[in-house]
C-alpha cells in the first residue's frame, strides 16, 4: 500500500526556516514528478513546488519564489521542501504529492 508521510513541520517565528521531509513506502519518488501543495486556514489548495522527474529542474508559485527549495534524495526515498525567510501568509497544511497520491499533511504556523 502506498503511504506518503510528511514531517518538520510547526511553529516558528517570521523571517524563520523549516524543512519539510515527505518519505514514502510502496512508490518511488524519482519515477514521478514530486510536488508540494498547501491550504491556508479557510482556503483553497495552492501549488507551491514541483520537482521533474527526468531532470529534477523545479517550478515554484509567485508567492514562494526565491525563499523555498524542493529537492529530492533518491537514496532516502525522501521528498524535501526547505522553507526561509517565512511570513505568516505561509501559514497551512502543507501536503507532499506524487503520482495521484497524497500525505496526510504537516502543519506550518508562522507566528510571532
Known amino acids: 500500500e502506498v503511504q506518503l508521510v510528511e514531517s518538520g513541520g510547526g511553529l516558528v517565528q517570521p523571517g524563520g526556516s523549516l524543512r519539510l521531509s515527505c518519505a514514502a513506502s510502496d512508490l518511488t519518488f524519482a519515477s514521478y514528478n514530486n510536488a508540494w501543495v498547501r491550504q491556508a486556514p479557510g482556503k483553497g489548495l495552492e501549488w507551491v513546488s514541483e520537482i521533474n522527474r527526468d531532470d529534477g529542474s523545479t517550478t515554484y508559485a509567485d508567492s514562494v519564489k526565491g525563499r523555498f527549495t524542493i529537492s529530492r534524495d533518491n537514496a532516502q526515498n525522501t521528498l524535501f521542501l526547505l522553507m526561509e525567510s517565512l511570513k505568516p501568509e505561509d501559514t497551512g497544511v502543507y501536503f507532499c504529492?506524487?503520482?495521484?497520491?497524497w500525505g496526510q499533511g504537516t502543519q506550518v504556523t508562522v507566528s510571532s
Open positions: 504529492l506524487t503520482a495521484a497520491y
